[in-house]
């Protein structure tokens, strides 16, 4: 035992109440002004490397400073250096818009300071979580026995990532109670166009083998390369284990069908999860419900409130059909984890739904936001996004020196300028004008968006989806496009 | 392409900036009053399961809801569903003491709405968050080749569990480069009383075989049995490939032999992984480091600033030694994600360091606490718990109802009654006794503790380290034990 100094007290830790209340107040009208200064700042930051740790102390302060110090450097040092999430020219990868009452309601989380391992370390915890999934599961028309009053069940994960990790471990885990070969010998499929978080944590999970399964002109997986590629694999000897499908691809929100791919995942045993990541929310309007079709027949399914649900990160609506297949997977319980309620399995303990034991209360920010707008408002800044990337759609289709690239069924736009002739001179012309209109709308500060490649050639992506975007927001973008464009 | 009403505008999405400024006061005042009544409140909430869900409408509102009723149900659904992990009586688990700065700069967090999932995608974000890594390399005395300047580096992940399991996973892609032996032929060696974690992570990583090793007299690992296990695991043909000890151990805060562990590591190559998740903060106090001897031989490392250094939730900081083997285990690269800076490879794109793609600015409440309360008021702080655990440990150590029944090296002290005779029945006298102290305790609403098991018999553990806990607190619990005790 180390020597202890009987007399040690107590130190200053808190801010006063008086003080706490003081800088709160200074703290909620930063957020506010940031808010309404935001169309003044360039979208993307232009900081160079090291920019910012060079205006930090080498070292860490050995006595306390005060509040103002902290409150003026964000104006000074992280202010420059940041781009712009929540930027009304927010187009760039996708959205992640979050709004007043969810970032009130994570300030309240903050202060409660709850950490839900189990149910009882935290009830209203757990259980708001609960609710809300399951309130989802009606908003969205997700399929009844998701819910936590059946047999699956939804739990909020930091990200689809870490969704689609857990998936993969239970598709290895099921696939391991009918096979004695190792994950080595797993394949994962997924379509070319997937997000490479199921290749990631495919890679994570030990899978020897991840198939990225040819896609149509649409862009969607192709059903017949999938079940050519699973009779491939078992002649093989390898043992098909996960099939990851996409509703609303991040390269260009294409579609896989989910019904076909449904059907071949049930033949071979296939674990079969959905990310929706992005569309998602899309689902609480009923006019995209039939992109889904066939959602009753996987496994699990995740979609993010934190990307288009004004929820601000993180906040990662995970489902699984069966409760256990998951929690089988994932289950261990030490002694200091042993209580009453978890016992009697009459609780949920979501420890046993992903990676982490820890878990903050993500559910509350949730709960504030589908309140604070209903379904209706939910639905009609959808449907407000959809129409103002389908006029941009418009415009970019009227204009000779553009081509839509893609599909565009929710509020991505995929375009790049229209080569002069079949030629790949001429392709490789169109690349290089695509990339220009791209750096120079980002150059601009006014708008932000993703240069990528599609087939191997230079394209656009418009993700419009921030919660502050508008029409004058969207006439200026077309305008730097149009400009940009030769 | 759905039909689209071009009609659509934007909702009232947003709260008005003034409406923004008022309801942010009144969630600083709740929050401020919540910390206030703190003390008046029961420690754990005696919600039965469901009680919170009946509270609960069973849909989402269509409509949207005004913000007082939001505001309402804080108090009337939420705090009497609530264990208060903030109370000054909470020396449950271990603790996840948070600080006003900590509140206000998560806030601050939620605002900005950043998703850092690459350097490019806020430089701000990575920057701030190597440099704060860094810092801590120097306040805890770790060692210098672990700063992102460095070979190794720092990344903030959401739990130890989620660092834990990477680690796993590097461990495994190591062994993957001079074996061909599946994951499932792969053995990770761990302490009977490390954290369920690393038995969890190696599961989720897909380890064949986790062993947990001996401990000796003080719950520590025992070289000589990791020595003697990865001899019989090699001569059975299997791959020793991670090896995890522990500095201050869940169970007792128990200190395996970090450089003893080490050199069996290096013999062998095993990923040598150190959880201090825990008792990493009390390295700040150079009085503790030697508890950590050795740490410059191992390979990754995480400890917890959400747990004792008050920081909220989420917020653990994870080292490794030498980044390529991190980032070659979890690296992807989609042309979404292609950017200049992250070609050029001059920057830090922490998505190749978790799982997640997705982050959100952890560091920001790192920085403002280091700042707000300087390296001083840290160790004020953790002095301060220390001498508090050492002085109730000197309490029952004078009591002959009570023995101790591990070595408490930093604020976690384990204790049970004492059996009247070395007979089982007397043992079994003495768990009822214990765990009806345990009972009345927690039943009491003012302290909360963990009942838990160490070699099959009960015991009491008090985890002292909330921020507000004091010397009367301690006394009232001191109270609360000896008037339950028999």
């Known amino acids: 035992m180390d020597e202890i100094d009987p007399e040690v007290t107590s130190p200053p830790l808190h801010m006063t109440p008086d003080e706490f209340r003081r800088h709160g107040r200074e703290i909620i009208d930063w957020i506010a002004d940031y808010w309404e200064r935001i169309e003044s700042l360039p979208v993307a930051s232009t900081t160079q490397p090291g920019d910012i740790r060079a205006l930090l102390p080498a070292a860490a302060p050995e006595e306390p400073e005060p ?6 450097d964000l104006d000074r040092v992280i202010v420059p250096g ?3 999430w929540q930027h009304p020219g927010w187009f760039a990868y996708f959205p992640a818009n ?3 009452p969810s ?3 994570d300030a309240v989380s903050s202060g409660l300071g709850l950490i839900g391992l189990l149910w009882a370390a935290s009830p209203a915890l757990t259980e708001v979580e ?4 399951d309130w989802l599961v009606d908003l969205l028309d997700l399929p009844d026995h998701w819910k936590t009053t059946a047999g699956g069940g939804g739990v909020l994960q930091g990200s689809a990532s870490d969704a689609t990790h857990v998936a993969l471990v239970a598709a290895r885990h099921r696939a391991a109670e009918r096979s004695t070969q190792p994950a080595t010998q797993m394949v994962a499929y997924t379509s070319a166009q997937a997000h490479s978080s199921v290749e990631k944590g495919a890679n994570v999970a030990g899978f020897g083998v991840v198939r990225l399964i040819e896609t149509d002109e649409s862009h969607a997986m192709r059903p017949d390369a999938l079940a050519s590629a699973v009779q491939a694999d078992l002649g093989a000897g390898l043992v098909p284990a996960f099939v990851g499908s996409t509703v609303g691809t991040t390269g260009t929100t294409a579609v896989d069908p989910v019904r076909a791919t449904a059907e071949i995942a049930i033949e071979h045993q296939l674990w079969h999860h959905v990310d929706a990541a992005y569309a998602g929310t899309a689902m609480i309007c009923p006019e995209f419900r039939h992109h889904q079709d066939g959602i009753e027949l996987v496994d699990s399914y995740v979609f993010n409130p934190h990307k288009w649900m004004m929820v601000n990160f993180d906040c990662s609506a995970f489902y699984v059909a069966e409760k256990a297949a998951l929690t089988d997977a994932l289950s261990i319980d030490p002694p200091y984890l042993r209580n009453t309620q978890s016992d009697a399995g009459n609780v949920i303990d979501y420890r046993n739904w992903q990676v982490p034991l820890g878990r903050r209360f993500r559910a ?3 709960w504030w936001v589908l309140r604070s ?4 408002g939910i639905r009609q800044m959808v449907r407000h996004h959809v129409a103002m990337a389908q006029e941009l759609a418009q415009r ?5 020196r553009f081509e839509i690239v893609a599909p565009h069924p929710f509020s991505l736009v995929c375009f790049r300028c229209r080569a002069a002739d079949a030629s790949p001179a001429a392709h490789d012309a169109a690349d290089s004008a695509t990339d220009a209109i791209a750096a120079a709308v980002n150059d601009s500060g006014l708008a932000y968006l993703t240069p990528s490649k599609l087939d191997g050639r230079s394209i656009i992506r418009v993700a419009v989806g921030q919660s502050r975007t508008d029409r004058s927001r969207m006439d200026m973008l077309w305008k730097l496009i149009s400009e940009a464009a030769v």
């Open 103 to 105: 970032v009130l309601a």
């Open 67 to 72: 509040f103002e110090n902290l409150l003026a």
């Open 364 to 366: 509350l920010k949730l």
């Open 82 to 84: 940041v781009t712009h």
């Open 130 to 133: 609960s609710h809300m999934l």
């Open 98 to 100: 979050n709004s007043p």
């Open 396 to 400: 970019l289709s009227e204009d000779s």
């Open 373 to 376: 707008y209903g379904a209706s």
